[in-house]
Each structure stands twice: as C-alpha cells, then as structure tokens.
C-alpha cells in the first residue's frame, strides 16, 4: 500500500490526503476527535476538513448501505472504501460540483496508488452512483440503517428504551453539535462575560443561565479564555450544580475526574477538599493544564477506581462517579460512536460501571451522597444500574434521578443521586 505521508501534496487537493488518512484511521478503530485534532494543525481549510470527515461519520450508516451495493465485493483495501466514502459524502450533501468530486479523488487516488486498475476502480464506482443514485435511494427505502442513519443494533435498543420518542432521539443524534460553555463567575459575572462574547461577535444562546454557541468556533478563540474567565462544557453536563448542592469545607471525591470538567466546575462554586482520580495519566494532564488555566486546586490521583491502592482511608462526603460509559448521548460530538461501538461494548461498560460503584461505596461516609452520573442514553447503563445496586445495598437509597436526553444544544446525559444511609 502506498502511504499518505510519502505523497507529493498539490496544493488545492492537499486537505483530501489528511482527510483520507483521518477517516481510514478511524476505520481502522483510531477516535476521530483525536485524529482530527492530531491533524489540524497541518490543514489548509479547517472547516472544510471537519466538515468532510465528521460528516462522513455523521452519515455513516447511509453511505455505508449505499457503499455495499456499489461495491458487493470485500475489498481488502480500507484506503479505498475511505476515498469512496468521500466521494459519496460530497455527492449526496455537499454544494461541490459533482465531476469535481470524481475528477479530484481519481486524480488523488492515481497519485497515491499509480495504478491505472485501482484509478479505474473509484472513477467507475462513483460514477456508477452519479448514474444510479435515485434507483438506489428506492431500493435502500426499506432498509433500517439506511432509513436512521443509525446501526441496526442501536435502533433496537432505542426502540426498546424509549418506546414513544427513539425517533426524535436518532434525529437529534444525528444533527450537528452546538458548544457549550461554562463562564467562571470567580472571575466575571455571567452578564459581564457575555457583553464581551457580543463585542466579539460571537453569537450565543441561552437555556436557563447556561450559556452555548450557535456555531462551532475555535474555543481560543473565546475571549479571556487563556485567563480562565471561560471553560468548554456541554450544558447537561453542567447540569450536576443544579442537581446536588454539595457543601462548602466537604471532602468530595470526583472519581472519573479527567478532564476534570465536573471538578472544575464544583472548585468554580464551592470551596471543597477534593480528590480527581482517574485512570488514564495522559487524562489527568488535561485536567492538570484546566486547573492551572483557571487557577484552582486539587488533590490528583492516577489510579484505578475498583481498587484501593491510592485511597487515604478517609471517608468522603460526596463521591462523583461520572463512569465510563457508552458515550451514546454525545453522539453528536463524537459520531464516530455509531461505527465503533458493538452490543457488546454495553455489557462490558456495565460491568465496568458496576465494578466502580461497588468499590466506591465503601468509601462514602454514612449519610454521603454518592452522584453516578454517565453520557448514555441506554437505560442498561442508567436506570438499570441503579436498580441493580439498590437491590445490593440495603443502606442505599435513591434520592433523585435526571434523564437528560439530547437536545438541540446539548449531549445526552444521565444523573442518579444516592444517599448512604445510617444503618
Ligand atoms: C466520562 S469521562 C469523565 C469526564 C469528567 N468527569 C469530566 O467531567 O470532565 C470517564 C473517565 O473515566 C476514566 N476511567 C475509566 N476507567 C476508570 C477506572 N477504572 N478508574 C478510574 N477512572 C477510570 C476515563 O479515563 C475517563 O477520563
């Protein structure tokens, strides 16, 4: 195989090779948020390179159906499905003329492969789909996949959990995100922060008094974010303020902590010992350059939350648990989810979920509030978790629950609030 990185790049068409290689990583199981922000620094359009492998993933499912009836036979090069992908995306929901698209990606494949047979292959495959697009459209009408934009798996499940609305959440599933911020209110007021977004010309929203973005800009661009007046956060996560008053002088730890979203938004509001535990060091770094950013402080640990090895042996307060999960809520942001994840990822985030809050249990003082919080919408990761440790636990009580499903302007997310009792 002939690799992106030894390609002569032309100019106008250089994006496509980083497109190319972003989505054929992923096809290979790589994240996309992470091969995007691995590569942006070396693209020409930004926009157009997001707008081209997030809408690839976006529309998965469509172009993936329409992928199998153009090309029946297993092709063992993953490079050429990514450079078909492309093609089919642009065709059926950009403005790009539609010869531009074949001539420039049988032009891109000819420099990549020199190969007058593989040339051959793309320009008849997309042609092929310029011919028979309309023919298609009907005979994939019937097909689920097809007809969500969702995998088949997933449309069960959804239909199973939410019986009267799965439809409305695959549509917000599959729509674009919006950003949400957290505005510091220790260093500007609310009304103060967003006078300086208007003189930006920075065009926001409000829902209650959080605050997001109505197009997805650079966050750098933000103004005083260096200064820390203003995080990054998705409004349902902000939510957890709202949802437990944590008390001031508490020991509180957030057990999932990185990239300390949730940690730093409670340091912003409350004065609290806390711990940030997580498991993934190159996480915690995130976490380390946010509280530094905004100029707060914790108690950091790199460690396991099913064991003990990095526990002082002190009660805590309050534990947060925003575990591992699915991700399924965040879809929109991450829509790469909807290739990657397999039935089976549920059973072993569940378990995984189960293993956390068991272990976490013991360390909550009598009367403690323990917040599990996850950013699925699978109700096996949600209410059913909590079913199955109110059965365990005689001294656990459930106190509130919140099923935020995806909105518009915000990821899906799921809070359950659980007291220990005193028995
Ligand atoms: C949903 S994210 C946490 C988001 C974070 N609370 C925030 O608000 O920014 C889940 C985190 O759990 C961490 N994690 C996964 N397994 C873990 C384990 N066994 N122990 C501790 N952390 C774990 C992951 O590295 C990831 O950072």
Redesign the pocket.
Known sequence: MKTIGKVFYMKPLADYYIIIEIITNVLRGKNLVNEFNYQVDRVLNVGKVKDITFGVFRNYNILASIFALLVPKKINEIQLKSIILIGLYEIKYTNKVEYAVTNDLVNITSRLYKNNQIKNFINAVLRNYLRSQKELDIKLSSDFEYKYNFPLWMINKLTHDYKDNYQDIIASLNGKPKLGIRVNQRKIKLLDYLALLDSSNIKYNKVNDFIYLMELSNYKLLPKFEQGYVSI?DIH?QE?INFVDIENGCRVL????????????ILENKSVDITC????NS?LDK?RQNLIRLNLTANIKC????NNDWWDHKLYDYV?A????S?SGTIKKNPDIKYIRTVDDITNFVK?QR??VHNLWKMLKSNGILIY???SIFIDENKNNIDYFLDKYRNMQLLDEKVLLPQDYADGFYYAKLKKLAI
Do not use: N, Y
């Open positions: 956060q996560a957890l957030d057990a999932c902590s990185a990239p300390g979203g949730k940690a730093c938004q535990l997580d498991i993934d996480r976490l460690g396991d939350a099913r947060i925003d575990v591992p999960c991700a995984l293993d956390i919080i996850t950013c």
